[in-house]
């Protein structure tokens, strides 16, 4: 891990872009948006409602506009995508925010706590993805795509069945994408923000720190932005608009985390421990040396906070 990395400022501009945030009435897709207003991009906000809609456009300095749409199906992912062009002309950056909570541990979910969850989260991802994949296509000037997954889809999350298969799904999108519009010259990159959001606070692990943030007024510890990874929602916006730039073209297929004061590259699944046998395994072999052999397993879960020590 490199732990103080010596980054100088690049200028970066988004002058001439046309970017669509999807789920960016508030929270984390508002300063999405607004950060990408700020460096010069056009920008479709998108939200369920249209009172919500409303004040993101009216909230967001520079040339906006605003759709009203519930992400998820392929109409609403077309109509974005048409906004788009109809209002400024093209399309170079898709930014897959929108997404809703259904938490529930496993004996309790419904199906239509999984199913909406998903709907929303990863067929939303791939609607919305696909139209802009062909409109990005038809211009001949590449594009930049950026999934908003989750810790939750790297490691799982309890009470999270949903959410963490669809955030994983995500990423592995991303992979899959990347090798799919590489000689178009488009770029998809999975980015796993971790901010103090309405959101994060369903996250046992964060929830007290948020909580305590907010109650004092104070800002979040020094050791929870480092250490954590966790800040405010602006502190998600460089990555961003960093990807969303031709400064990013080289970077694809890439699970990239930030919050805070972290920036962090996630490794893609891999092997991590191999063993042989001549003609395979049975049952009984398996049983004879697993503890031997695998006997460092993965962890899971997204890890509790780690105080200092007084």
Known sequence: MKDTPNFEGVDITLNGKVAIVTGSG?????????????????????????????????????????????VGDTESAERLVQAAVDAFGRLDVLVTN???LRD???????????????????????TCARAAAVRMREQGEGGRILLISSPAGQRGNFGQTNYAAAKAGIAAMARTWAMELARNEITVNAVVPV??????RTIPAFAPLI?????????????????????????VTGLIVFLASDASAGITGQAIGVGGDRL???????????AFSDGGWSASDIAAGWSSTFE?????????PKPPAA
């Open 195 to 200: 901010a103090a959001t309405a959101m994060t």
């Open 26 to 70: 508030r929270g984390l897709g508002l300063a999405y948006a607004k950060a990408l207003a700020a460096a010069g991009a056009k920008v479709v906000v998108n939200d369920v409602d249209q009172a919500t809609v409303d004040a993101a456009v009216a909230e967001i300095k520079g040339d906006v506009a605003g759709v009203t749409a519930a």
């Open 104 to 126: 529930r541990v496993l004996w309790k979910m419904s199906d239509d706590d999984f199913d909406e969850v998903v709907r929303v989260h990863l067929r939303g991802t791939f």
């Open 264 to 274: 962090a590259l996630w490794a893609h699944p891999q092997e991590r421990t191999v």
């Open 98 to 100: 929108a997404g809703i």
């Open 211 to 235: 909580d305590e943030s907010e109650r004092t007024g104070e800002p979040l510890p020094a050791w929870v932005r480092r250490d954590e990874g966790l800040g405010t929602v602006e502190d």
């Open 296 to 304: 460092d397993l993965e962890s899971y879960g997204i890890p509790a």
